[in-house]
């Protein structure tokens, strides 16, 4: 089974608008942690936001807010206030205790002027 | 340094030559790990370093693959008798070990290996 699932290849939003990217996840470890890495298009990975298991709030930073949903194994990444320079690809990832990172296929958001 | 550098940032070889693929990780990382990313899909795992040693090295696709980390600092992927369909970006990323900073991944900018 897949680790990480992320359903949706593209995406477009108006700028200004918010946007939620989906992520689902496959675990049957109890000490996990979720992540969401941007990547411009020149191929730079940029951590965005960071997630634990036992987290009791949803993790936020900045314009980035992670929706949080344990019993659905559901990570969504929420950008508000999209700008031109959201425009990347979008890779959400998860590890399980001190292990390696697995990522999902990605999801390309293309932001409109 | 600064960022996790890696070299070259451009391979261009021949199917059946060796290539090794350098990554120099930020200072005091005692994580390393390699990814390969094929165009328009997610980093795929390959091997993952806790100091010098290789912690798991599971996602090596097969033996041509081969990574060291000597000094645990510095670490290098040989690809021996490369085949076209090793042709990808190949990331670096470091990380510290131990508390929250442990989470947090920082790659480099990739080597993108082209196999004629």
């Known amino acids: 089974a897949q680790k990480i699932t992320q359903t949706q290849p593209g995406m477009f939003v108006q700028e200004k608008e918010a946007v939620t990217l989906d992520c689902t996840y496959d675990t049957s470890d109890p000490s996990y942690g979720l992540f969401w890495y941007k990547q411009p298009s020149s191929g730079e990975m940029i951590f965005l936001i960071y997630q634990g298991s036992y987290d009791q709030q949803n993790a936020t930073e900045g314009r980035y807010s992670l929706n949080f949903q344990k019993a659905r194994k559901s990570a969504n990444l929420v950008i508000s206030a999209s700008q031109l320079g959201d425009s990347a690809m979008y890779f959400c990832a998860m590890r399980e205790r001190m292990g390696k990172f697995y990522f999902g296929s990605g999801t390309k958001l293309n932001v409109k002027p | 340094g600064a960022g996790v550098s890696q070299t070259p940032s451009n391979k261009v070889t021949e199917k059946g030559k060796y290539v090794e693929l350098r990554c120099d990780p930020i200072?005091?990382?005692?994580?390393l790990y390699w990814y390969r990313q094929s165009l328009g899909q997610g980093p795929e795992f390959l091997i993952y370093f806790q100091g010098t040693g290789a912690a798991d090295d599971s996602g090596l696709p097969n033996d041509r693959f081969f990574a060291v980390r000597p000094e645990g600092s510095v670490s290098t992927l040989k690809i021996q008798r490369t085949e076209r369909g090793d042709s990808a970006v190949y990331l670096c990323?470091?990380?510290?070990?131990?508390?929250?900073?442990?989470?947090?991944?920082?790659f480099g900018a990739g080597s993108r290996l082209t196999v004629l």
């Open positions: 990323a470091s990380s510290r070990t131990g508390g929250a900073e442990a989470n947090v991944l920082t």
């Open positions: 200072s005091g990382h005692t994580a």
